[in-house]
C-alpha cells in the first residue's frame, strides 16, 4: 500500500510538473515580454526624473489607448492569418470627418455613431473582399490604405479642422472620471471584452481555428467567411474608436493624423505573443505588448532623445518580434511537442 501510495503521490507530482511545465510553455511569450516591460520600468524610472510619477503614468495610458483599442481587434485579424494595413488611414479618416460634420453643426451624438458606422462600413468592405473573394487580406487592406487616406486628404484639403470644446463629445479624449483618463476606460473595457471574447465564447475558439485549420473548421458546419467577415468588420469599428480618441482628444481632425499607426498597432499584437501565420493568439500579450511600446516612446521623450527614434525603435521591435515569432517560439514549441 505504501509503495503504491508513493508511486501515486510520484505520478501526481509528476503530473502536476509536467502541467505546470505545459502551462509556462504555452505562455513563455507573454512571461517574456512582462519580463521585459519590468525590466523598462525599472529602467525609466532610475533615470528619468518624471516618468514614475502618477500624471506621466495617466498620461502615458491615455496615449497608448487608440493603440490598445485597435491592437484588441487586429489580435482577431491576426489570429486568422490576415491583417489589416488600413487602420491607420481609417483613424485619419474617422477623425477628419468627425470634426468637418461638427464644424457644420450635426448633433454630437449623431456624429459620433455616423463615424462608428463608417468605421465597420470599412472593416466590412475589406473583410468582403478578403473572405468572399477570396484576394489576400495584404492587397485588400493596402489599397484601402491609399483609398481612405485620399479621401481624408480631399475632405480636409490638408488643413486641420478644429472641433470646439464646449462640445460634450471632447470629453471621450479629454475627460477624466474618478482622475483616471476617459480614453484609458474605454481602452481598458474594449481590451477586457476581447480577452473575454477571444477566451471564453465559441467566436473566439472559430477565430483560433479558422488561423490555424480554416478547412477543417469549415467542414465542421462553421461559415467560415462569416467570421473572417466579422473580424475586419471589428478592426474598422475599433479604428473609428481610435479616430474619435485622437480627434476629441486634440479637438482637431487632421489627415495626417494615424501615419505609421498600423506599423505600431501590428508590433503590439506579435510582440504579444499572437502568431502571424494565425492560430495562436494571446489577449493579455497584445495588452503587454501595446504597453511596452508605449513604455519605450514615454520613456525615450523623457530622456530627450529624438522622437524620430522612436519609430527607428519600434520597427527594429517589430523585426525582432517576428524572428522570435517564427524562430525561437516556434521552436520551443515544437520541443514542446
Do not use: C
Amino acid at each position: 500500500m505504501t509503495a503504491t501510495g508513493t508511486g501515486t503521490s510520484q505520478r501526481v507530482v509528476t503530473t502536476r510538473s509536467a502541467r505546470a511545465n505545459a502551462h509556462i510553455g504555452r505562455h513563455a511569450q507573454t512571461i517574456a515580454i512582462a519580463a521585459v516591460l519590468v525590466v523598462l520600468l525599472i529602467f525609466f524610472a532610475f533615470s528619468a526624473d518624471r516618468f514614475a510619477t502618477t500624471g506621466n503614468l495617466l498620461n502615458l495610458l491615455r496615449q497608448i489607448a487608440p493603440t490598445l483599442v485597435v491592437a484588441t481587434a487586429m489580435t482577431f485579424v491576426i489570429s486568422t492569418s490576415g491583417i489589416d494595413l488600413s487602420v491607420g488611414s481609417t483613424v485619419a479618416l474617422t477623425g477628419s470627418l468627425l470634426a468637418i460634420v461638427l464644424q457644420h453643426g450635426w448633433n454630437p451624438t449623431l456624429a459620433l455613431v455616423a463615424i462608428l458606422a463608417l468605421g465597420a462600413l470599412i472593416g466590412f468592405v475589406n473583410g468582403w473582399f478578403s473572405s468572399y473573394q477570396n484576394i489576400p487580406p495584404f492587397i485588400v487592406t493596402l489599397a484601402m490604405l491609399s483609398i481612405m487616406r485620399g479621401t481624408a486628404l480631399r475632405a480636409t484639403e490638408g488643413y486641420s479642422t478644429p472641433i470646439s470644446g464646449d462640445l460634450w463629445i471632447v470629453q471621450i479624449g479629454q475627460g477624466r472620471i474618478a482622475g483616471v483618463p476617459v480614453p484609458a476606460i474605454i481602452a481598458v473595457v474594449v481590451a477586457l471584452i476581447g480577452w473575454l471574447v477571444l477566451t471564453r465564447t465559441p467566436f473566439g475558439r472559430y477565430v483560433i481555428g479558422l488561423g490555424s485549420n480554416g478547412e477543417s473548421l469549415r467542414r465542421t458546419g462553421v461559415n467560415t467567411r462569416k467570421v473572417g467577415l466579422t473580424v475586419y468588420v471589428l478592426a474598422g469599428l475599433a479604428a473609428a474608436v481610435a479616430g474619435v480618441l485622437i480627434a476629441t482628444r486634440l479637438s482637431s481632425g487632421s489627415s495626417n493624423a494615424g501615419s505609421g499607426f498600423e506599423l505600431e498597432v501590428i508590433t503590439a499584437v506579435v510582440l504579444g505573443g499572437t502568431s502571424l501565420f494565425g492560430g495562436r493568439a494571446s489577449m493579455l500579450g497584445t495588452i503587454l505588448g501595446a504597453l511596452t511600446l508605449g513604455v519605450i516612446a514615454n520613456g525615450l521623450v523623457l530622456l530627450h532623445v529624438s522622437p524620430f527614434y522612436v519609430q527607428i525603435v519600434q520597427g527594429g521591435i517589430l523585426l525582432l518580434a517576428i524572428f522570435a515569432n517564427s524562430k525561437v517560439w516556434a521552436k520551443f514549441g515544437a520541443i514542446r511537442k
